[in-house]
């Protein structure tokens, strides 16, 4: 299997190994909310505050790293949003309660400008025609490292101090920004016509999206699944709470998703890479619905798994792909701006799944799953639509096609 990533370069494995010692000690957003309610003294409506305006940070972040990576280089970017995030961390058991409101945001944010910042990193390292491939090594990094960090934080938590969470996140972000500085090199990889190719002119933002119609569905898409995908962390372990489960079943269920996505995702992107993109993001949407669909059928052990199932089967095809088909269809001065659109998006339902659904949970529990089934199975059906009548972006007639330009000095800076 490992022979069909041939074609990834070695900074790619590099910045994944980094990216894998980080996440196993990135625990603090799991255990954040019983760190404030307990050593802190929170109460639960204020703990929620700070973990809301948490959420707000990150996908804040999400949405502008890219903007600074096109302006300053993606690597310094990561570099500087790393460091300001692991201080942040690291100061958290020293800082009075009520500046935790502020600090909690600040570092979320600079862990979404991270996000962004590592996904346009990998886009410009990446030739064309590989980032599938790169972004599912990335990402299945990532996963193995939340698999042994939140065990692992829980010893730490409960065995000597939930400050040493912080300590060790912080510690594990400078060491991401120290390894990154060292494994990704200045100059990206040269980038095809295709991704040169910004329509007349450079353009502003607008205008390039205008030009690549697959991408703006693409992100409408993901915004309403998004918004879908998130319920697995909210209502659905109330629903299932509700039918008599308590949390062992929950937590079976996402390690169960852990482990179906730390064990297909790069098979399944070796597999598919040949495939049209936008039939296999189509696909994955349409699977995400129909996990949730299994739910109408009532609360069971069977339910719940037959649904995780699903979902994680559809997170693999369309997660990885759609950010690769970003990447690929950016034009060369805007592959950050490109990516943390889609990365904000990508994230927008930390915010806004909790409370709609929630809300829609509260007052008609019995509309939110064939609710969620129908707007995950109609963002997929019209992504495979947009398959069906051949999406070919930023090829309009009479497009002029940009200069090459360096990619050290356009994108990566150094």
Known sequence: MLRGFKDVPRAVWLLAAGVFVNAVVSFTFVFVFLYLTGPRGLPVTGAGLATGLGGVGLVAGNFTGGWYGDRFGHRRVLLAASALGGLVLMAFPLLPTPLLFGALPLAQYASGVVRAANSALVAVTVPEGSRRLAYAVVRSASNGGFAIGPPLGALVATGISYDWLFVADGLGTLFFALWTARAVPARGAPRSAAARDGGPGRGGLWSQLRARPGVLLLLGAILVVDLVYRQQYSAFPVFLAD??????????????????????????????????????????????????????????????????????????????????????????????????????????????????????????????????????????????????????????????RAAPVPEARAATGT
């Open 243 to 400: 039918h008599g489960f308590d949390a062992r079943v929950f937590g079976f269920a996402v390690a169960l998703n852990g482990a179906v996505v730390l064990l297909l995702e790069m098979p399944a992107a070796v597999a598919l890479r040949a495939h049209p993109p936008l039939r296999v993001i189509g696909a994955g949407l349409l699977l995400v619905g129909a996990g949730y669909a299994m739910l109408m059928l009532g609360a069971g052990v069977a339910g719940a798994v037959a649904m995780m199932l699903l979902l994680s089967v559809g997170e693999i095809l369309y997660k990885t792909t759609a950010t690769a088909y970003v990447a690929d269809r950016a034009p060369e001065h805007a592959v950050g701006r490109f990516q943390s659109l889609y990365a904000g998006v990508s994230v927008s339902g930390v915010v806004l799944g909790p409370p709609l659904g929630g809300a829609l949970y509260d007052a008609a529990p019995g509309l939110l799953w064939p609710l969620c089934a129908l707007l995950a199975g109609g963002a997929g059906a019209a992504v495979l639509y947009a398959s069906a009548q051949g999406d070919r972006p930023g090829r309009r007639a009479g497009a002029v």
